[in-house]
Nanobody, 122 residues
Framework: QVQLVESGGGLVQPGGSLRLSCAAS????????MGWYRRAPGKERELVAT???????DYADSVKGRFTISRDNAKNTVYLQMNSLKPEDTAVYYC????????????????WGQGTLVTVSS
């Protein structure tokens, strides 16, 4: 079994910053892409940012220039630094990873974290 555990959510004022972390644990031989998604109240889940094992990143237009995704491959951890937060960033943020549990596993598994709530409000 593979688990993703997120941390770092909370309440922040507009213009503030938060840093989310997501650590993978369990049966892990290799991790391919990792990413962050979010679901705002009354909306569908959307991509926030992704990062490849080599560090190539991709961002939603709404967060470009404000959010930075990074990862520590040795720790199987992905981070999301969120700056200049806006009320519209309020959402539950989910970590995602493509995990190969064992060397000879037939395919990568898509694993999701339980989500962490980010509330941006004065």
């Amino acid at each position: 079994q593979v688990q993703l555990v997120e941390s770092g959510g909370g309440l922040v004022q507009p213009g503030g910053s938060l840093r989310l972390s997501c650590a993978a644990s369990g049966s892990i031989f290799n991790i391919d892409a990792m990413g962050w998604y979010r679901r705002a109240p009354g909306k569908e889940r959307e991509l926030v940012a992704t990062i490849s094992p080599g560090g190539r990143t991709d961002y939603a237009d709404s967060v470009k220039g404000r959010f930075t995704i990074s990862r520590d491959n040795a720790k199987n951890t992905v981070y999301l630094q969120m700056n200049s937060l806006k009320p519209e960033d309020t959402a539950v943020y989910y970590c995602n990873a493509e995990v190969l549990p064992y060397r000879y596993s037939p395919r990568y598994l898509e694993v999701w974290g339980q989500g962490t709530l980010v509330t941006v409000s004065s």
